[in-house]
């Protein structure tokens, strides 16, 4: 995936993800299907697999906004805490009001999580990249 898009491809790309989110919300992980995201989204399966190769990449793009999301939560708070609990506190109820709009779906993305064979495993190499980029 390009590191720039166009913004008619990033809204394509943006609109993808998004209406996998709802699927999942409402279907569940296991039974939305790639195809089911295209149509539902109104872009084609090629569309679909352009942007996002498989369910699983989804999802971490689903992880990078949240990580995206927390850091900008986040920077409030080390601005203004100097010492390190009050920081980690900080971090902590930052990342809890990030995460909690999808605590309703997030346990099956956590149980996929953790088998450590699943792409979705923060020991996966699929999840190598966010991983690196987290411990700046």
């Known amino acids: ?3 720039s898009l ?3 491809a990033a809204q394509t790309r943006a ?5 996998a989110l709802g699927l999942f919300r409402e279907e569940g992980y296991d039974r939305t299907t790639m195809r089911a995201v295209a149509k ?6 090629g569309s679909t697999y352009y942007y996002f190769a498989s369910k699983e990449h989804l999802v971490q793009a689903f992880y990078d906004e949240l990580l995206a999301e927390h850091e900008a939560a986040v920077e409030d708070v080390l601005a203004r805490e100097s010492g390190f609990a009050d920081r980690l506190r900080g971090s902590l109820d930052a990342w809890l009001a ?5 605590h309703a779906f997030a346990a099956q ?3 996929n999580a953790a088998d450590p064979a699943s792409p979705l495993s923060p020991f996966s190499a699929e ?5 690196r980029g987290a411990s700046r």
């Open 15 to 19: 609109a993808i993800l998004a209406t």
């Open 109 to 111: 993305f956590f149980r």
């Open 40 to 45: 539902e989204a109104g872009v084609s399966l």
């Open 127 to 131: 999840s190598a990249p966010p991983a």
């Open 1 to 3: 995936m390009p590191d």
């Open 6 to 8: 166009t913004p008619k």
């Open 98 to 102: 990030v995460a909690e709009p999808h």
